[in-house]
Nanobody, 122 residues
Framework: QVQLVESGGGLVQPGGSLRLSCAAS????????MGWYRQAPGKERELVAT???????VYEDSVKGRFTISRDNAKNTVYLQMNSLKPEDTGVYYC????????????????WGKGTLVTVSS
């Protein structure tokens, strides 16, 4: 069974930085895209950033220039470096692995982590 384990959340002051990590494990043959989503209190879950196995990235407009997504394909791990954090970045950050195959001809499956809380407050 594939599992995603996130780490790196916490409390940080405005203007500070955090680095989130998400490791996928459990018999993985390939993963197409990995990414981060967030859900603020009372709001719907939204895309933050994604990265494909080839390194193509997509960012939500409000995080462009502040957040950087990266990926280690050999470790099935995705990172999110968050700089210049703002109170509106507060929320639960969820890791997503999309297009996951445990063997070559398996139909792709999407998996989610349990989330890690990021709080930006003074």
């Amino acid at each position: 069974q594939v599992q995603l384990v996130e780490s790196g959340g916490g409390l940080v002051q405005p203007g500070g930085s955090l680095r989130l990590s998400c490791a996928a494990s459990g018999g993985i043959f390939s993963i197409n895209a990995m990414g981060w989503y967030r859900q603020a209190p009372g709001k719907e879950r939204e895309l933050v950033a994604t990265i494909t196995s080839g390194g193509s990235t997509v960012y939500e407009d409000s995080v462009k220039g502040r957040f950087t997504i990266s990926r280690d394909n050999a470790k099935n791990t995705v990172y999110l470096q968050m700089n210049s954090l703002k109170p509106e970045d507060t929320g639960v950050y969820y890791c997503n692995a999309d297009g996951v195959r445990s063997f070559r001809f398996q139909p792709p499956i999407s998996y989610w982590g349990k989330g890690t809380l990021v709080t930006v407050s003074s």
